[in-house]
């Protein structure tokens, strides 16, 4: 395993075609991380064929999330300590094989405990993830480098929906769904475990440091670059400052309506809408494909004005009206392309305000600390997570009881506490002075 570790360390810092190889590659690490979960479209027939009723699945993913939130944080700072692809290979390894046991499931014992054991596995990697993009990208690309990040469970959704769409009318049967997952985790696995590499802990720490000259250089040196000693003390240095809490919760709230989609979207085009089960998973389609569209292009704006905070407001907004417009539609009928229209502005919406919101996440992140970034996203995976846990049975109970509309009414408050807490958030409009203050060796970075 040393030897394997260290063949994949890398001792100096990746540059051009290099260093987008990489990128790629933890955007596939994304995909496959997402991917082996995805079980939305398969929720119309899998429920029935379990005997599983909406309020046992609802019950079911409180405690799974709320497992691997509590897996994720311990998992960042070990991916802090000890890097972060020797996390992710080995997660993703078991996580994989876990997925083809899936196929075993004859009814709750079974799949709660296979589903279990990959939530857990796979809440160690929740910070490692983006921790490396941090590595591989300089603050002056960070946003579309975080929209190419962000495209690993966005595009795990569009992909899962497409093929139930393209092959449920042929199968038939959620088996069908899992051998096909299977075959496409092992595809996407094998590229990231022979070429997906990490910085050494001492480059991590030198990139560090230019990170920490360009902050001194405005006065804003932090009190401590070193890596931290214990979760616990991670943990510590950085929930002390306010502006983390600021942009999690805010973020968090906004994402009410990405996680129903992500996790029911079949199941309430289905139940709202009276798609049939491959019908709603290609209506989902449309909204996955619009936000990966929307993911990358939302980056290389956000990075050409260098502006975060106004652009993730914007974003907000957009949704909140299309939301608001959206709610008396529900229990209705809507054609087929009005309905296909909302779901791709919906995607391209949420897409806007999330992907600036990611990178000021990160520079926020450096500016208490740069030894932090994998806490700091386990700590968003934890928060997120937790709301996840809350948020699922409570949005299955609204929409048995009340239809679907009425949750999406809370998904419009939680963008509203988001467009808030932005506001009140310091933003980041000197990343290009963070650029001209750092020496030589932070702008060779940028290659």
Not at 92 to 101: M, Q
Request: proline residues 5%; glycine residues 8%.
């Amino acid at each position: 395993m040393n030897s394997f570790v260290a063949a994949r360390t890398l001792t100096e810092y990746p540059r051009g075609s290099h260093r987008w190889s990489l990128l790629i590659l933890t955007v596939f690490a994304s995909i496959l991380g997402a991917y082996d979960f995805q079980l939305a479209p398969l929720l119309p027939i899998l429920l029935p064929y379990l005997h599983m009723s909406h309020t046992a699945y609802g019950a079911f993913i409180t405690f799974s999330v709320l497992i691997s939130g509590i897996s994720a944080f311990f998992g960042g700072p070990l991916a802090d300590r000890y890097g972060r692809v020797l996390i992710i290979d080995v997660c993703l390894g078991f996580v994989t094989a876990l997925l083809f046991l899936n196929v075993l499931i004859t009814n709750i014992v079974t799949f709660v405990i296979l589903r279990l054991l990959m939530g857990i596995v796979a809440g160690l990697t929740a910070g490692a993830g983006a921790a490396l993009i941090r590595d591989m990208s300089p603050r002056l690309s960070r946003a579309l480098a975080f929209g190419l990040l962000t495209i690993g469970p966005v595009g795990a959704n569009f992909l899962s929906n497409y093929v139930a769409g393209a092959t449920l009318p042929i199968y038939h049967t959620w088996q069908s769904q899992i051998w096909i997952m299977g075959f496409f985790a092992v595809a996407m696995y094998i590229p990231i475990v022979l070429w997906l590499c990490d910085l050494s802990p001492e480059l991590r720490m030198q990139i560090m440091k230019t990170e920490i000259q360009a902050l001194a250089a405005e006065g804003r040196l932090p009190s401590a670059s070193e890596l931290p000693s214990s979760t616990g003390d991670a943990f510590r240095r950085l929930l002390g400052h306010m502006e983390v809490w600021l942009l999690v919760i805010g973020i968090t709230a906004n994402l009410t309506l990405y996680f129903a989609i992500q996790g029911f979207g079949p199941l309430m085009f289905t139940e709202a809408f009276h798609y049939s089960p491959a019908e709603a998973a290609k209506m989902n389609e449309y909204f996955w494909l619009a936000n990966l569209g929307a993911l990358v292009l939302t980056g290389l704006v956000s990075d050409r004005l260098q502006m975060r905070k106004p652009i993730a407001i914007f974003g907000g907004i957009l949704a909140s009206l299309l939301m608001a417009w959206w709610i008396p539609k529900f229990g209705t009928e809507m054609p087929r392309a009005t309905l296909m229209m909302v779901a791709s502005l919906m995607g391209c919406f949420l897409a806007i305000a999330y992907v600036p919101w990611a990178a000021q996440f990160s520079e926020t992140l450096e500016d208490v600390s740069p030894a932090l970034q994998a806490t700091g996203w386990a700590f968003f995976g934890l928060v997120a997570r937790a709301w996840v846990a809350i948020s699922a049975p409570l949005s299955l109970y609204v929409a048995v009881h009340y239809g679907w509309g009425q949750w999406v009414k809370v998904a419009l408050g939680g963008m509203v506490i988001y467009i808030v807490a932005m506001a009140f958030s310091r933003g980041h409009a000197a990343v290009e002075e963070h650029a001209h203050a750092a020496p030589a060796t932070d702008r060779v970075t940028a290659g």
